[in-house]
Nanobody
Framework: QVQLVESGGGLAQAGGSLRLSCAASGSLFLLNVMGWYRQAPGKQRELVATITMNGRTNYADSVKGRFTISGDNAKNTVYLQMNNLKLEDTAVYYC??????????WGQGTQVTVYS
């Protein structure tokens, strides 16, 4: 089993910054991709950003230029630096990990609330 533990969520003023972290532990083996998704009230879960084992990144159009995903393979940790936060970034952010032949794992989620 794989455990993903998120941290770093909270309150931020519009225009401010937050940094999310996600540490993976347990039965870890060949990593395919890690990343972040988010779900706002009344909306479906959506991709925010992903990073592959080789460092290739992918971002949702809504966060390009504002969010940066990075990873530390030695620590099995992925980060999401969120700058210039907007009200519409308010959501529960979920860490995601895919490994091996396609096994998917999710964190418990961390709340990010942006206020004006």
């Amino acid at each position: 089993q794989v455990q993903l533990v998120e941290s770093g969520g909270g309150l931020a003023q519009a225009g401010g910054s937050l940094r999310l972290s996600c540490a993976a532990s347990g039965s870890l083996f060949l990593l395919n991709v890690m990343g972040w998704y988010r779900q706002a009230p009344g909306k479906q879960r959506e991709l925010v950003a992903t990073i592959t084992m080789n460092g290739r990144t992918n971002y949702a159009d809504s966060v390009k230029g504002r969010f940066t995903i990075s990873g530390d393979n030695a620590k099995n940790t992925v980060y999401l630096q969120m700058n210039n936060l907007k009200l519409e970034d308010t959501a529960v952010y979920y860490c995601y990990r895919q490994q091996g032949s396609g096994s998917n794992y999710w964190g418990q989620g961390t709340q990010v609330t942006v206020y004006s």
